[in-house]
């Protein structure tokens, strides 16, 4: 039987008036126990309730509708843990941090540890629950995710580069991500189904950069049964690794598709000649623009079968069959 605690957080200084009511606690029902604090005791009641954890079993963490003002990391040592929110429209976490801004150490974070919510673990799991950036005033970069993780992930940090998917095995279903440049970037070996891939750019944006780097690597990302939509004119993929893998199925694209569809990052690595660019009975209006290099292949169903089905993340091992 999975464990289920409920732990109180901060709230913002000020809320959008759509969801002001219910937004002073973390909520859930049949709880063996419940940990409430003040808002500055809220990491150190965090990682005790992880730490209670039974070796083996999922810990599921209610999270009722509300906005949570924290930068939250699962670290390796916590394997099994689920958020489960009330919505991903009510139930929000966000921060704010910057690639430029400095950490404890006076250095800067650089990108991979800007992130809102950060996961390390293995056997993560969230769902109906929103990832986002808010700063100075304006929401900048977000994503919603549905996410089912094994190894290592981290969550959205931004409009570029918002949901870092860069290691290990990784299943998305029925997410909203959004961003502008890169937003889905890093070495992990995924599938992204039944998702909306929205493009915020305003003068050239692109959805994926895969940085695959060996040909022997069985990593990259898998698009099933998706919709491209929002502005452009955006690349589809970008060869961020020399055998970048990128491969949409039964995709829409609305039409925010720039000419040519894919990029090959540095125009100098003859990345062109070993990517791995797949496209397999997808439509809309912008679909044909994703056909519009010779090194993105329009393949048939043998070749994009290892594509369409959970086996290429051996999902058969630890995603249930209902979420399949």
Not at 69 to 75: D, F, G, L
Request: charged fraction near 20%; hydrophobic fraction near 35%; include cysteine.
């Amino acid at each position: 039987m999975s464990h289920r605690h409920s732990i109180q957080l901060p709230l913002p200084p000020t809320l959008p008036s759509t969801i002001t009511s219910g937004l002073d606690q973390w909520v859930t029902v049949r709880s063996p126990w419940m940990l409430t604090g003040p808002a500055s005791s809220y990491r150190s009641k965090l990682l005790l309730m992880l730490s209670r954890r039974t070796t083996g079993k999922t810990v599921m963490i209610l999270i009722s509708a509300g906005y949570y003002i924290e930068k939250v990391t699962v670290p390796a040592s916590k394997p099994y843990i689920t958020f489960q929110g009330e919505g991903r429209d009510v139930t929000i976490i966000e921060w704010h941090d910057r690639a430029s801004d400095r950490g404890a150490n006076g250095q800067q974070l650089r990108t991979y540890r800007t992130a809102s919510v950060s996961v390390f673990a293995n056997y993560f799991s969230a769902r109906n629950i929103s990832f986002k950036e808010w700063r100075e005033g304006k929401l900048r970069r977000f994503a919603y995710l549905e996410i089912r993780l094994t190894s290592q992930a981290v969550g959205s940090t931004g409009a570029q580069d918002t949901l870092c998917d860069d290691a290990g095995r990784h299943y998305f279903k029925e997410c909203y991500i959004e961003g502008s440049i890169d937003f889905i970037f890093g070495n992990g070996r995924s599938m992204y189904r039944d998702c909306e891939l929205h493009s915020i750019a305003t003068r050239f944006g692109s959805i994926a950069a895969q940085d695959r780097n060996s040909p022997d690597e069985k990593t990259g990302f898998a698009f099933l049964n998706c919709r491209v939509t929002g502005t452009g004119p955006l690349y589809v993929g970008r060869a961020m690794g020399q055998y970048s893998r990128i491969v949409y199925s039964h995709t829409y694209f609305d039409n925010v598709v720039a000419h040519g569809g894919w990029d090959d990052w540095d125009h100098a690595s003859n990345k062109n000649k070993t990517v791995f660019f797949g496209v397999y009975k997808c439509w809309g209006p912008g679909a044909e623009a994703v056909r519009g290099v010779s090194w993105a292949r329009e393949l048939d169903y043998a070749s994009a079968h290892k594509f369409l089905a959970k086996s290429f993340v051996n999902g058969r091992h630890w995603i249930a069959p209902s979420d399949a």
